[in-house]
């Protein structure tokens, strides 16, 4: 990692951005206190598409149903059975 002023910085920038390129952290100091690093940013991989696997009903972006609701706005109801100690 390098560290170079503002005016070596300033003067050098291509050079610097090829560092970078290659992997290199390069620190912008002024008064010889490091403010800044310039570091490689790592591109993003490609994502991708058609993940999900079988297909989608035709109505997937359609609202759903009433009936499909229904269950989603009721009382919870927890499928752990609960036990009384009996004190």
Not at 6 to 28: M, Y
Request: hydrophobic residues 35%; negative net charge; without cysteine.
């Amino acid at each position: 990692m390098g560290q170079y002023n503002v005016q070596d910085a300033k003067t050098r920038l291509s050079e610097l951005l090829n560092l970078v390129e290659a992997g290199e952290d390069v620190v912008i100091a002024k008064a010889g206190r490091p403010v800044a690093r310039l570091v490689r940013i790592e591109r993003p991989y490609k994502r991708r598409l058609g993940f999900v696997h079988g297909t989608l009903p035709e109505d997937f972006l359609e609202p759903p149903r009433e009936e499909d609701i229904a269950p989603w706005e009721g009382p919870l109801i927890s499928s752990t059975p609960t036990h009384s100690s009996g004190h």
